[in-house]
């Protein structure tokens, strides 16, 4: 797939931000085109460099430097789909973007190394980024962006939906705050409005919906109560009060100022916090019934989101006097083969949004798949539940939740480790 992109002509007015002062009309910026030619910034910090981001603004770039973002260009996973390769660099195993669409390629370029210029070799190959996009989305790029340059989120991708106005002369960065303390610093609305994500979280590629986390969100009911996805994302942590400490910073209250993880401490506790998870056991008669309910609860999209091969089991076993597992008299619904080995077969579910290929074959990329996968995942605050009767000697009843990054399958042919995150694990005994 191949991008062109036009120089981009600002046709409104922002608004330069004096010392403390909140921006008036009059003080409209004096660029309006963006400089393609401009050198990025790194956000590293670094003596020799003064400007590198990292050595005023050192909290956010430690927060920021944990995250997907920074990862973007450079995550294993990532790569060994594009090129072909397994966890040890080995070629030619599995999956392979590369192999399969070589000119498709500047489609992943377009979100996962942004600064990327189109010279640039890396943009057609990941493989030969350069030192600054290997930092992925970084500081610097994201505080450019002064606009949206489309509103078609889905079939316009990352930097191309996104206006940027890099400076010729001197320096401009947009944020969310209205009464920043440097000239060069301009407000932007844009960056508490869920549609700055959308270039990036929201994408047909291939014909497939891969991304499709900003739709989900405009079905929520978050997005009814006003809430865009920086108000979770990005929800301050109340403990940082000044964005560059001994460096010109100013105080602020704490909850004005937005947390740079996009995890509210990690995946885990985001995962733990939004899944609910339900479970009764108890005798009747001649049989011990489980029922089991889970509830994507108070969050703006559906469970799992993001990559579209992200997956979530609910896997359900039941255990004797003797330890050894009880086969269910009626289950009701049971894992399937793409569950992999140890689960496939158990009593549970799986949300997932499976792709098959033209010839009804699953698990494949998107890149070959068809345009309409099933789709099984969590819809936020309405809770899943399901039934499932065992004999009369079951004594407890354990229940797994696993978010999973891939499936199983493609993670052991790429020999990639940690794939599975358990959230609950949880035993009951029967009443």
């Known amino acids: ?121 890396a943009f057609y190959d990941l493989r030969n980024v350069s030192a600054t996009n290997a930092n992925g989305v970084h500081c610097d790029y994201c505080h450019k962006v002064a606009e949206l340059a489309s509103n078609q989120f889905g079939l316009t991708h990352g930097r191309f939906a996104l206006k940027l106005l890099r400076p010729k002369t001197g320096q401009i960065f947009f944020g969310p705050l209205a009464n920043a303390s440097r000239s060069e610093d301009v407000y932007s609305p844009i960056y508490r409005d869920s549609r700055y994500c959308a270039s990036c979280h929201e994408g047909v590629v291939f014909g497939v919906h891969v991304y499709s986390t900003y739709s989900e969100w405009q079905q929520s009911a978050a997005r009814q109560e006003g809430k865009e996805c920086q108000s979770c994302h990005m929800e301050p942590t109340g ?37 609910q998870l339900k479970i009764q056991a108890q005798k009747t008669g001649s049989n011990a019934q489980v029922s089991v309910g889970l509830t994507a609860a108070h969050v703006g999209h559906r469970v799992p989101t993001g990559f579209v091969d992200r997956n979530l089991i609910l896997a359900v076993e039941a255990f004797g006097e003797d330890g050894n597992r009880i086969e269910p008299r009626s289950a009701g619904s049971r894992l399937p083969q793409i569950a992999g080995k140890g689960f496939a077969g158990l009593p549970g579910r799986i949300y997932a949004k499976v792709l098959r290929d033209f010839d009804g074959r699953e698990l494949v990329p998107f890149w070959r798949a068809h345009s309409d996968p099933s789709d099984s995942r969590l819809v936020p605050d309405r809770e899943d539940r399901f039934d499932i009767e065992y004999p009369a000697n079951a004594r407890r009843v354990r229940v797994r939740i696993i978010h999973r990054r891939f499936w199983p399958e493609v993670a052991e042919a790429k020999g990639w480790p940690d794939s599975d995150l358990v959230v609950w694990d949880r035993e009951s005994q029967f009443q």
């Not at 931000?17 to 910034?41: A, C, F, H, R």
């Not at 670094?46 to 005023?56: A, D, F, K, L, V």
């Not at 940082?240 to 010109?248: D, R």
């Not at 885990?268 to 939004?274: A, F, H, V, Y």
């Open 1 to 121: 797939m191949l991008f062109c992109l036009a120089v981009v002509v600002c046709s409104y007015s922002l608004y330069r931000i004096s010392q403390g002062k909140t921006p008036q009309p009059e003080q409209s910026l004096s660029q309006t085109e963006d400089n393609e030619q401009y050198p990025w910034v790194a956000p590293e910090p670094e003596i020799s460099r003064p400007q590198n981001c990292g050595n005023c603004h050192a909290e956010i770039y430690q927060e920021w430097s944990g995250t997907g973002h920074a990862r973007s260009a450079t995550n294993r996973r990532f790569l060994n789909l594009y090129e072909g390769t397994d966890w040890k660099g080995n070629p030619g195993v599995g999956w392979s973007l590369m192999a399969d669409h070589p000119d498709g390629t500047g489609v992943c370029t377009a979100c996962h190394a942004p600064a990327a210029r189109f010279d640039d070799p």
């Open 239 to 275: 403990s940082m009060t000044n964005i560059a400490p001994g460096h010109g910073g100013i105080s602020r209250d704490p909850k004005t100022l937005a947390n740079h993880q996009f995890f509210a401490g990690s995946q885990l506790d985001m995962l733990r916090s939004c899944l």
